[in-house]
């Protein structure tokens, strides 16, 4: 039998089921694989061996007692430390908020748990979830598995490096801006960022997010298998009353017709050829599975982008800035020093503008969407950068976020997006992940898994990484 620690979610969880493991030994295997790679990645930063063991015991003896162990039946997941999980900090990666203890679970834990899963561990952000690169003055940086050279992503950078590593066999992340889809990207797994009021979202030991973080920040799964990501996005997708902003709708939406559009350079915007190539031999793959593919011009993302920034950042700027200036973390200070422009401009009037644009652009995706049902665009311009680039000043942070455009500009439409793993290219500091971004109308993840699955059965599975000792 394979080494448990390698298994699918989806595999683990059959064995289990089937009495040919048990949660005990798949917890075993579990820690011993995150005490064998993770003192070279710090992806993550807060785990509690003898409570994984109990948790696993009480999924044996659940099942002993007849009772059905769920569909993640004994999976070992990571959560990311910016969601509660009830006895542990909410530090989101700031030592302003490491005595920030949760007594009750987010709704993301208690789903997870309910289906059975064992929460290995909690994995790492950037201070504040704020950058595309994993490092912090709390629990400091987390490594990439594939070239510890590029960044691991961020802000769900510990996530990433956890699931490409063989630690969990599916991490949590969140998303505002390519939080989720950046890190699979740069570490060579799978990330969906979900709809706007798919998975139900609240930590009851902080203050209460403000509108611009309420309509656009989503908590989803990271996995080395698409089939893994659909799993887990049934499980997270539960309801819970706690989030005024779920909605109940189904996972599986109407057949259309598979018609897909291809934009490799949304409004200009220049890709490196690697990009290029990955994107072209995907939309090759989704022809070869059946799929229509035409290369078109979406609707605009530089607009959709720029007024993300606004919502996410302007919304409670001045306060952000204070907490990163006392926290005295470089790259959360260098984030919020670079957009001060853009996030001091916007006053009532103008956020009241935001919003009604807002209600216009999602009209004009979704009756994009009524022609082509999905979307495949670069995650990033770039290969994944090399570890740190923001800080490297201010030309190198502007390439840094202009590289992102097509990741930022999703979230201000609400609308789900898949990072696809589609293998290794060779970059200027050495071997590099490579991916592309699958977007869909609201609630349709069900296509974005779809055109995923295609794409995934062309390639060779994603390997579990091995970082070097």
């Not at 620690?5 to 089937?18: C, F, T, Y």
């Not at 007594?103 to 290995?120: F, M, Q, T, W, Y």
């Not at 005024?244 to 189904?250: S, T």
Request: proline fraction near 8%; include cysteine.
């Amino acid at each position: 039998m394979t080494e448990l620690w390698r298994m699918s979610a989806a595999e683990l969880a059959g064995h289990i089921r089937a009495g040919e493991v048990s949660a005990v030994e798949a917890a075993e295997a579990a820690l011993e694989r995150l005490d064998a790679v993770n003192p070279q990645l710090n992806a993550v930063v807060d785990h509690r061996p003898d409570e994984v063991l109990a948790q696993a015991r009480e999924a044996d003896a659940s099942r002993a007692r007849g009772e059905h162990p769920g569909p993640l039946a004994g999976v070992p997941v990571t959560v990311k430390i910016n969601i509660d999980q009830a006895g542990y900090a909410t530090s989101n990666g700031v030592k302003l908020q490491a005595q920030v203890i949760a007594r009750e679970n987010s709704p993301v834990v208690d789903n997870l748990k309910r289906a059975g899963a064992v929460i290995l561990g909690r994995t790492n952000t950037p201070a504040f979830s704020l950058r595309w690169f994993t490092d912090n003055l709390l629990h400091g940086a987390t490594r990439n598995p594939r070239n510890a050279r590029l960044t691991p992503g961020g802000s769900s950078g510990g996530a990433a490096s956890a699931v490409a590593a063989g630690i969990g066999h599916i991490a949590h992340g969140t998303d505002i801006a390519g939080s989720i889809r950046y890190p699979a990207y740069a570490c060579g797994v799978h990330g969906l960022r979900p709809t706007l009021g798919r998975v139900a979202a609240f930590n009851a030991a902080l203050p209460e997010r403000s509108l611009g973080g309420q309509i656009t920040a989503v908590s989803g799964p990271l996995a080395r298998t698409i089939a893994d990501v659909r799993l887990a996005l049934a499980v997270m997708a539960a309801p819970d009353p706690r989030d005024p902003w779920w909605v109940p709708a189904p996972l599986q939406g109407p057949v259309v017709p598979r018609r897909a559009a291809l934009c490799v350079s949304p409004e200009g915007l220049e890709v490196q050829p690697a990009v290029e190539k990955a994107l072209r031999d995907a939309a090759a793959s989704l022809r070869e599975a059946g799929w229509e593919v035409d290369e078109v011009d979406p609707p605009p993302m530089r607009e959709a982008a720029a007024l993300q920034l606004r919502m996410w950042l302007a919304d409670g700027y001045d306060a952000m800035l204070d907490a990163a200036r006392r926290e005295g973390d470089p790259g959360a200070m260098t984030a919020l020093a670079g957009q001060q422009e853009v996030a001091r401009g916007l006053d009532l009037p103008g956020y009241v503008q935001t919003l009604t644009r807002r209600a216009t652009l999602v009209r004009d995706w979704e009756l994009f969407f009524s022609r082509y049902p999905v979307l495949l665009t670069p995650v990033s311009s770039e290969v994944p950068f090399p570890d740190g680039l923001d800080l490297q000043g201010e030309s190198a942070y502007a390439r840094v976020w202009a590289a992102q455009l097509t990741q930022i500009a999703v979230p201000f439409m609400g609308l789900p997006a898949l990072s696809v793993a589609t293998g290794e290219t060779q970059g200027p500091d050495g071997p590099a992940p490579m991916g592309v971004q699958i977007i869909a109308g609201r609630y349709r993840e069900d296509l974005c898994l779809a055109a995923g699955a295609a794409i995934e059965a062309a390639l060779p599975p994603v390997q579990i990484a091995q970082p070097a000792g």
